[in-house]
T-cell receptor
Framework: GENVEQHPSTLSVQEGDSAVIKCTYS??????FPWYKQELGKRPQLIID?????GEKKDQRIAVTLNKTAKHFSLHITETQPEDSAVYFC???????????FGTGTRLTVIP | DTGVSQDPRHKITKRGQNVTFRCDPI?????LYWYRQTLGQGPEFLTY????????KSRLLSDRFSAERPKGSFSTLEIQRTEQGDSAMYLC??????????????FGPGTRLTVT
């Protein structure tokens, strides 16, 4: 099955700086890569996703890049704000798969 | 609220008791998933339904676990003879799946189970 690794496990940045979280996956068949944000005690919230037919996708301050050859994808948050503090999970799946395979999460702390 | 809802939000039970959780998906979604999340880990897949049919079960889903989605709408997850190792957050997600492939999964708030 798919194995998703995520780094770093914790990340602290100053407000206004950028944050980058990286994930690698093992199954070359994977073609769907969502990112979830989970605040303490709350549900995982889908914030952005990318499919393998594109290399980059942006939505305001967040962007995701995908390198299919190297089997890794990254989340980029620019101009970080304290409300960006949360645990971020990457995941991978493929067409016809019935579940998402999640990374172990990155706890992001934005220091005001 | 048109999102995924789960009930109860918290459940404390004694080892050996049975518990049942409920999930109400987004109304037009035909797929419903159950995941388990332990502290410091990402969600792990347990099982999923397409309409009322349970189509896949993870090896994590022991014989003590059973899930139903009788009318293709809400779903229940029952754990029999609970063990301390069952303590976790149980998350439900739903999606709209079609011929196009994988679709976005939206999660509920979860049921936190504590087995004492």
């Amino acid at each position: 099955g798919e194995n998703v690794e995520q780094h770093p496990s914790t990340l602290s940045v100053q407000e206004g700086d950028s944050a980058v979280i990286k994930c690698t996956y093992s199954d070359s068949a994977s073609n769907y890569f969502p990112w979830y944000k989970q605040e303490l005690g709350k549900r995982p919230q889908l914030i952005i996703d990318i499919r393998s037919n594109v290399g980059e996708k942006k939505d305001q301050r967040i962007a995701v890049t995908l390198n299919k050859t190297a089997k890794h994808f990254s989340l980029h948050i620019t101009e970080t704000q304290p409300e960006d503090s949360a645990v971020y999970f990457c995941a991978a799946s493929w067409t016809g798969a019935n579940n998402l395979f999640f990374g172990t999460g990155t706890r992001l702390t934005v220091i005001p | 609220d048109t999102g995924v809802s789960q009930d109860p939000r918290h459940k404390i039970t004694k080892r050996g008791q049975n518990v049942t959780f409920r999930c109400d998906p987004i109304s037009e979604h035909n797929r419903l998933y159950w995941y388990r999340q332990t502290l410091g880990q990402g969600p792990e897949f347990l099982t999923y339904f397409q309409n009322e049919a349970q189509l896949e079960k993870s090896r994590l889903l022991s014989d003590r676990f059973s899930a139903e989605r009788p009318k293709g709408s809400f779903s229940t997850l029952e754990i029999q003879r609970t063990e301390q190792g069952d303590s976790a957050m149980y998350l439900c997600a739903s999606s709209l799946a079609g011929a196009g492939g994988t679709y976005e999964q939206y999660f509920g708030p979860g049921t936190r189970l504590t087995v004492t």
